[in-house]
């Protein structure tokens, strides 16, 4: 079972990726504007430390940790999560999900892993990079157990925020316009420049249970720094596990509902 997902996921990957390598001229183009978008997140750390030596608590290289991994979440989210959930949209629209939908395969799996973007994947190595640099500014901070842990909750992280935009992507089956639920989480995802904690209480509980910036990015940040606590570890296993679940359940549901193009 597992061998045949993997198969069916590689398949996807390799389509992907000889359609995108039709043009390579992209890859220049993203690589610049990534280029662009990284220096204008440093200048602005540049800024608050040439007035400050700590950000509530974190350094320069801490936050340099956080700037990494809202990269590499990011380029994640933009790579294969947001193509994604975009052609769930303009299946229900268009009514090319029907097709999809007829496939023996599962319907989410189907969904979740027929387009990647590769060109935008240089997010996430330049992310990988800046996280590395900061890691070995870091030193002996870092050792096997934060690694570890970093790469846990980063998986929790990733899982919330991918559940997310299913539901959300979910809801097209009765909605006809939720575009604008896209760009409330993208605006809402540009807080993680910044670890949580320097925002107010009622900000917070929205970047960690509405838009799960908390855990996607401050939290794989914080097991990088020695921050993290052991209530943080396990709350982000118990969300990403009920966030999984519940827009599995959701999918299902809305699948049931879906009267497709037809009707």
């Known amino acids: 079972m597992m061998l045949r997902l993997f198969r069916l996921i590689w398949t996807f990957i390799r ?55 809202y990269t590499i979440i990011g380029g994640l989210i933009r790579a294969i999560i947001q193509p994604n959930m975009w052609r769930i949209l303009e299946g229900v629209h268009q009514g090319t999900l029907d097709f999809t939908l007829t496939k023996p395969e599962d319907s989410q799996l189907l969904v979740s892993m027929a387009n990647f973007e590769l060109w935008k994947l240089v997010d996430l ?14 030193g002996a901070r870092v050792g096997l157990a934060e690694a570890l842990i970093f790469a846990l909750v980063l998986l929790c992280g990733g899982l919330m925020v ?46 960690t249970f509405l838009v799960p910036v908390a855990f996607a990015v401050t939290a794989p940040a914080e097991a990088l720094t020695a921050r993290l606590n052991t209530q943080t570890l396990f709350l982000a296993i118990f969300v990403a596990a009920l966030t999984l679940v519940a827009s599995r359940m959701f999918w299902k549901y809305g699948l049931k509902n879906y009267t497709g193009a037809s009707a």
């Open 15 to 69: 389509l992907s990726a000889l359609n995108e390598l039709q043009y390579r001229a992209n890859f220049f183009m993203q690589f610049f504007s990534s280029l662009l978008i990284l220096a204008n997140g440093l200048i602005g750390l540049a800024l608050v430390f040439y007035h400050t030596e700590s950000l509530a608590g974190w350094e320069p290289m801490e936050l340099l940790v956080v700037v990494g991994v």
């Open 125 to 138: 190595i330049i992310g990988l990079g800046v996280l590395g640099y900061a890691v070995v500014k870091l």
């Open 162 to 207: 991918y559940s997310l935009w299913l539901a959300i992507a979910t809801t097209s089956f009765w909605v006809v316009r939720i575009w604008s639920l896209f760009e409330f989480f993208d605006a809402m995802y540009q807080a993680g420049r910044w670890p949580v904690g320097i925002y107010p209480s009622w900000l917070r509980m929205i970047l």
